[in-house]
């Protein structure tokens, strides 16, 4: 019985301290997030002591390996944008015409019945007109994503605006991010600390016990 009470005592004890190990270092990335010292040894959590140099690793990262202002224009394609080329053009005709029709009325005043039919000229001009405007910038829509690619991979950095971003964050959501990702694996990693505590206590004690 005092035997079972050992091994049981030993089991628990390691694997209770397997799991607090674990779960000790898990808390360590975000926590304490201001450095403190005990015993001449300054402790602070891995994030908040490394938070821009993990900031500017992550920028390279997400940059270099996944994504690039390039790889986001090539994205967009011309049948993406010639929605919106119909819309600027149908916007753009109506408030020339409306300017156009103005001047006319303005004109009108001084000369009867040119009114009436400047005002079939100029919606029959601005129907050619919208046609024609909307099927150039369609034409040249191709060669303007292009160009506006290369122009945007010089201006805009996605490293930098990472790099901003996490160096902006509080680390309150950075830790709510993360344990939004990766919580059944944290706590996964928290249970086997406690498991192969277990394990390798009771491996232990049957050695001691049984071979030396």
């Known amino acids: 019985m005092n035997d079972i009470a050992s091994f049981l005592f030993a089991s628990l004890t390691g694997g209770f301290i397997g799991y607090i190990t674990n779960w000790l270092a898990i808390a360590a990335i975000f926590h304490p997030e201001k450095p403190f010292k005990f015993l001449g040894v300054e402790f602070q959590g891995l994030l908040p002591k490394r938070r821009r140099e993990l900031a500017a690793n992550l920028g390279k990262v997400v940059e270099g390996e996944l994504i690039n202002v390039k790889e986001l224009v090539d994205k967009i394609t011309p049948e993406d944008i010639n929605p919106l080329v119909d819309e600027f053009s149908k916007n753009s005709r109506i408030t020339l015409e409306f300017k156009i029709k103005g001047y006319v009325a303005n004109v009108s005043e001084k000369i009867p019945f040119f009114n009436l039919s400047a005002n079939t000229l100029i919606e029959s001009t601005m129907d050619k007109l919208e046609k ?36 902006a964050m509080r680390l309150e959501k950075l830790e709510e991010i993360l344990n939004k990702v990766a919580d059944k694996e944290m706590k996964m990693i928290v249970w086997l600390g406690g498991f192969f505590g277990v394990a390798i206590s009771a491996v232990q004690w049957i050695i001691n016990r049984f071979v030396f």
């Open 132 to 167: 024609e405007v909307s099927q150039e910038l369609k034409r040249q829509l191709p060669e303007v994503l292009s160009k506006a690619g290369e122009k945007l991979v010089d201006k805009i950095s996605v490293e930098s605006i990472v790099e901003e971003k996490v160096n």
